[in-house]
């Protein structure tokens, strides 16, 4: 089945603790993407990838880290985490012209 | 830039009733328009979309279709169903460029039995 896997679902940590949110493909998709989707605010693009080492800071990058080693996974870094990263987090993938395929979702808690 | 504007929410309907949900947009260029749904407790689905003008996308009795002289996509639905209670994001893809996914903030849609 072609999918999208993030994982963990939902994760409670402290501020300050790194954290990787890891996310998949098997769609063979160039474009990967995150966002992160507050109350009020909608879907805001954090960081994308257009291929294998080619990344670029979406609307609100500060805090956050990516790397694209694999065509198939694009983690999510959260060095340090703070309270105001707290926040619904989605991995996306696309293959040019064809519309994003979208992740279940990871809530994060940043106590 | 690149924007997108859709109605504001809620929307409340009866089963049964026809559905508009209103979407203009603001791109240079020619961008790609979708239509996505995120029903409660899940991530976003691709609900529809099209590419170029005059292009209607359709897909569970829902449609919408590219108006390039009103840069609109408005998304309509014959008759609802409680099933179809969920939050509907109007986006675009400027093409050709970083294939960034521009939402609107989303309209939540509840349909009562």
């Known amino acids: 089945e072609a999918q999208v896997t993030q994982n963990p679902r939902y994760l409670i940590t402290v501020t300050g603790k790194k954290l990787t949110v890891t996310c998949s493909q098997n769609m063979n998709h160039e474009y990967m993407s995150w966002y992160r989707q507050d109350p009020g605010l909608g879907l805001r693009q954090i960081y994308y990838?257009?291929?294998?080492?080619?990344?670029d800071k979406g609307d609100v990058p500060e805090g956050y880290k990516v790397s694209r080693k694999e065509k198939r996974n694009f983690p999510l870094i959260l060095e340090s985490p703070s309270p105001n990263q707290t926040s619904l987090y989605f991995c996306?993938?696309?293959?040019?012209?064809?519309?994003?395929?979208f992740g279940s979702g990871t809530r994060l808690t940043v106590v | 830039g690149d924007s997108v504007t859709q109605m504001e929410g809620p929307v409340t309907l009866s089963e049964e009733a026809f559905l508009t949900i209103n979407c203009t947009y603001t791109a240079t260029g020619y961008p790609s328009l979708f239509w996505y749904v995120q029903y409660p407790g899940e991530g976003l689905q691709l609900l529809l979309k099209a590419t170029k003008a005059d292009d209607k996308g359709s897909n569970k009795g829902f449609e919408a279709t590219y108006r390039k002289e009103t840069t609109s996509f408005h998304l309509e639905k014959g008759s609802v169903q409680v099933s179809d209670s969920a939050v509907y994001f109007c986006?675009?893809?400027?093409?050709?460029?970083?294939?960034?996914?521009?939402f609107g903030k989303g309209t939540k849609l509840t349909v009562n039995p």
């Open positions: 996306a993938s696309s293959a040019r012209g064809y519309g994003y395929t």
């Open positions: 990838s257009m291929n294998v080492e080619v990344t």
């Open positions: 986006a675009l893809i400027f093409q050709g460029g970083s294939e960034k996914l521009v």
